[in-house]
């Protein structure tokens, strides 16, 4: 393909998320809301099986006057639960001032949808998690070509991060029964492209929890190295992407679920 020629990346993930014949899920809370309600998640997530707790302290709103996170609070309250139950914490950092912070405390940096074309952002973040054991995952852009999209991880791996992991969440088309629109041939390419794992978020893609277990099975078909989805104790109070959120008892049976899926494709759901 010509339009790649210049696309580099022959990174391996290193001490990564993503190992082989696995199928990484990453769950929990869009957001942090508070102790007890990232508690409830956390211990969902532990569960049902999964080594990887989601959540946002710091959350890149479309409105200014809708709830942005609990910043650094946010980051606490995760490492603290985290900690105690023994899962490892992926978490978006939006500010290249907040950097050190978010590792400090998250084990992965989640670079968002709305900053995968943030240069500085993952450049900086491609320098500071170099030579450790953090690690990156990129959202693809709300209208990213796949070539964007993987030049954009190149900013981060030619920086020195050789720890990135790509995430498909949807893209913006003409269609409106979901969200956005889970470009699951993405997926394909940007693994026939680059070395990089690639994981799938359903939940942001569909914008509607039943839509996330079908979507889910989809992406383990499509090749995908995991998923990353939203889940929450209690969906209809949750301050942000509660109707995308799948609650609780979905979560503990996803592993159940996947397996088949999983177990056809060569790979152990984790
Ligand atoms: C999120 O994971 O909560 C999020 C905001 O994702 P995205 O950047 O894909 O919209
Ligand atoms: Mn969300």
């Not at 893609?205 to 079908?214: H, K, M, Y």
């Amino acid at each position: 393909m010509d339009v790649f020629e210049y696309v580099k990346t022959d990174v391996k993930t290193r001490n990564g998320m993503i190992r082989p014949n696995t199928f990484r899920v990453v769950a929990g809370p869009c957001t942090v809301e508070s102790r007890e309600q990232f508690a409830a998640g956390a211990e969902a997530v532990k569960q049902a099986g999964f080594e990887y707790v989601r959540g946002g302290a710091f959350k890149p709103r479309t409105s200014p006057y809708s709830f942005q996170g609990l910043g650094e609070e946010g980051l606490k309250i995760m490492s603290e639960v985290a900690g105690d139950l023994g899962l490892k914490i992926v978490t978006e950092v939006m500010d290249p001032y907040d950097i050190e912070l978010v590792m400090e405390h998250a084990h992965v940096l989640q670079i968002g949808a709305r900053n995968m074309q943030n240069y500085p952002l993952l450049r900086r973040v491609g320098a500071a998690i170099a030579g450790t054991d953090h690690g990156v995952v990129l959202k693809r852009g709300l209208s990213a070509t796949v070539e964007e999209w993987i030049l954009a991880a190149e900013y981060v791996t030619s920086a020195g991060g050789d720890n990135v992991v790509l995430c498909e969440r949807g893209i913006r088309t003409f269609e409106t029964s979901t969200r956005f629109t889970l470009d699951l041939s993405a997926v394909i390419v940007a693994k026939r492209l680059t070395d990089l794992p690639v994981i799938v978020d359903p939940s942001h893609a569909a914008g509607r929890s039943d839509l996330v277990i079908p979507l889910s099975k989809a992406a383990v078909a499509a090749e995908a190295d995991g998923l990353m989805v939203e889940s929450h104790h209690d969906p209809q109070e949750a301050l942000c992407d509660g109707e995308q959120a799948l609650p609780i008892p979905a979560l503990l049976g996803l592993k159940d679920v996947l397996r088949p899926f999983a177990g056809a494709m060569g790979r152990e759901v984790i």
